[in-house]
């Protein structure tokens, strides 16, 4: 997929959504291929009204890999998340593992 930024410095700061609607955050940091010319995957930050937030707590942010990306303009859009069968972290105990 084609990057339709001027600039890959326009990519961060860029909010992000799932193909559903879901806000996920915010673009936070890009991870390259230099070798190919590729970006690899998005660093999101996740917030806490944000699907993302609600999954992962208080994280810092997710890696989104660059094939879940559908589309880069004002907004970045990636495939949507399934989040069925994944326990809340309101169900998750602190040093509880997961099986």
């Known amino acids: 997929?084609?990057?339709?930024?001027?600039?890959i410095a326009d990519m961060f700061?860029?909010?992000?959504?799932?193909?559903?609607?879901s806000y996920c955050g915010k673009v936070s940091d890009l991870d390259f291929d230099l070798s190919r010319f590729k970006i690899r995957s998005l660093v999101v930050e996740a917030t806490r009204e944000g699907i993302f937030g609600k999954l992962i707590g208080s994280?810092?942010?997710?890696?989104?890999?660059?094939?879940?990306v559908q589309a880069i303009d004002d907004i970045v859009i990636i495939k949507h998340v399934v989040t069925q069968g994944?326990?809340?972290?309101?169900e998750i105990k602190e040093g509880e593992e997961k099986s």
């Open 59 to 68: 994280k810092k942010g997710v890696i989104v890999p660059y094939q879940a």
């Open 13 to 21: 700061g860029k909010d992000v959504f799932t193909s559903k609607g």
């Open 1 to 7: 997929m084609a990057i339709t930024v001027k600039d």
């Open 86 to 90: 994944l326990p809340e972290k309101s």
